[in-house]
């Protein structure tokens, strides 16, 4: 047996202490880095591209008059456009210039189904056509239903009136999203309807002797004026019923009519 002496085992025993690897605990106050999922980004679409009408040439006070036969057709309308003046239909005894149509249809036996695109407002080009405030439209049918889409650009454009008349037969009234005016609707024999959409947006003045009075969309610019300028529609219809939708909205025609459901629009 042999015995190593103590002072050699301490020795060895230092040298397998300095030999061995240090261990290092590094303490950090910064807390540890947070993990998140990726954030999805959801692209908004982009606004309604500006309805066209392929083939159609921008046209300017139109007068469209049938004795008997129904007028269909579009028509784009620009109210800057200049028409010679030789081309011009006399003005109706108390009808001023500033109150010439920019588009009058008319029908005594037929009905009348027109789809108006307004083209945009270039305050640029400096035409007498322009100075009007308003586009002026006018549609009157004596025995036959009136259909009326209206369009508009989403830039700036000219404010349009429109005024319907029918003595018989239903109307149907379809407006753009653009809208911002005044509604006054007179029945005489018939009801008065708006879509589900359009009724969202509709402030009612008054609806007396049958005639109903309303707004589309936020009417305080108009508290302080006397008079309102911009958007606005005159419906009468004498014996049928009316109907408001905007332009972009389905008319539900496919469910069974009788003669007098066919008749008021019911």
């Known amino acids: ?3 190593v002496p103590s002072d050699e085992v ?3 025993k230092r040298a397998e202490a300095q030999a061995a690897p240090k261990v290092v605990n590094v303490q950090s106050d910064d807390p540890p ?3 998140s999922p990726l954030s999805q980004t959801v692209a908004q679409p982009p606004p309604p591209p500006f309805p066209v009408q ?3 040439k921008p046209s300017n006070f139109v007068s469209i008059s049938r004795n008997n036969g129904s007028v269909k057709d579009r028509w784009f309308l620009d109210p800057g456009l ?3 003046t030789s081309q011009l239909l006399p003005l109706p005894a108390g009808e001023t210039e500033d109150r010439r149509k920019n588009l009058n249809i008319e029908s005594r036996n037929g009905e009348i189904v027109a789809d108006v695109t307004l083209a945009q407002y270039n305050p640029n080009r400096e035409i007498n056509a322009l100075d009007r405030k308003r586009a002026i439209i006018h549609v009157k049918s004596y025995n036959g ?3 009326t889409k209206v369009h508009t650009p989403h830039s700036p454009r000219l404010p349009f009136y429109l005024d319907v008349l029918a003595y018989n037969g239903a109307v149907h009234i379809y407006l753009p999203r653009t809208f911002h005016g005044l509604l006054a609707i ?3 024999n018939g009801s008065t309807k708006f879509s589900a959409e359009a009724s969202t947006e509709i402030t009612t003045f008054s609806d007396i002797d049958k005639v109903h009075r309303c707004f589309i969309g936020d009417f305080s610019e108009w508290q302080d004026q006397e008079s309102w300028t911009g958007d606005e529609v005159t419906i009468e219809a004498k014996h049928g019923s009316v109907k408001v939708l905007y332009d972009d909205e389905v008319h539900d025609t496919t469910k069974s009519k009788g003669f007098f ?3 008021f629009g019911l």
Do not use: D
């Open 82 to 84: 200049m028409i010679p």
């Open 1 to 3: 047996m042999i015995i």
């Open 54 to 56: 392929p083939g159609i």
């Open 261 to 263: 459901g066919r008749f």
């Open 186 to 188: 007179k029945t005489w």
């Open 10 to 12: 301490e020795s060895a």
């Open 145 to 147: 239903g009136i259909t």
């Open 33 to 35: 880095p947070s993990y």
